[in-house]
């Protein structure tokens, strides 16, 4: 089975505070995705990497960075964390290809930002 | 990705059939049809997906419609551990992979005990 690791579950930082937030999978994806889901606005992608050390911008980048030095880890980076990004953060990976690949995720962290 | 439309809820009883309905009117030919589920607490979990024949895998079976405007996911036997929300997503080919995943409100399944 697919595994899909994010490195914890449950985050408390203070506001100003840099978060990193760590993805590992280990089914040799070329996808990974960082999403970001709230009560009534669903999941909103943040960004995604299609290769080692590439990324695009989601739909709501502002406030992120990532980092993908090794095709199994995908990090998030909070540079200066806000209330505002106080969220349940959830990674997926998956094979590149077309509309036939599924996303994997993992168990999600949520994040509260003091 | 095209819009699908799902029931808000659908209550069953453990062990029994679940049948869980998924319109997709305006799908085209190239959409992939993908099924997924979350748990309360837990991340989107991957459950099946077909473009137009039926599909079984261990989780689940996908039935499709031979128009393809519809399509239902059946759990043969629910247990507690299916309740939570389910989702039916179109998926476009070739770009789907590569892209988000949208979520729409899903159907919120509870199994009886």
């Known amino acids: 089975d697919v595994k899909v690791t994010q490195s914890s579950r449950y985050l408390v930082k203070r506001t100003g505070e840099k978060v990193f937030l760590e993805c590992v999978q280990d089914?040799?994806?070329?996808?990974m995705f960082w999403y970001r889901q709230d009560p009534g606005l669903g999941l909103r992608l943040i960004y995604f990497s299609y290769d080692v050390k590439m990324k695009e911008k989601g739909d709501i980048p502002e406030g992120y960075s990532v980092s993908r030095e090794k095709k199994e880890r995908f990090s998030l980076i909070l540079e200066s964390a806000s209330t505002n990004q106080t969220s349940m953060y959830l990674c997926?990976?998956?094979?590149?290809?077309?509309?036939?690949?599924?996303?994997?995720f993992g168990d999600g962290t949520r994040l509260s930002i003091l | 990705d095209a819009k699908t439309t799902q029931p808000n809820s659908m209550e069953s009883n453990e062990e029994e059939p679940v049948h869980l309905p998924c319109n997709h009117s305006?799908?085209?030919?190239?959409?992939?049809i993908h099924w997924y589920r979350q748990l309360p607490s837990q991340g989107p979990e991957y459950v099946i997906h077909g473009l137009t024949s039926n599909v079984n895998n261990r989780m689940a079976s996908l039935a499709i419609a031979e128009d393809r405007k519809s399509s239902t996911l059946i759990l043969h036997r629910a247990t507690l551990r299916d309740a939570a929300v389910y989702y039916c997503i179109l998926r476009d080919f070739p770009r789907g992979s590569n892209y988000k995943l949208t979520f729409g409100k899903g159907t919120l399944l509870t199994v009886n005990p």
């Open positions: 305006t799908i085209s030919g190239t959409d992939y």
């Open positions: 089914m040799d994806h070329e996808n």
């Open positions: 997926a990976s998956s094979h590149r290809g077309g509309g036939n690949q599924p996303q994997h």
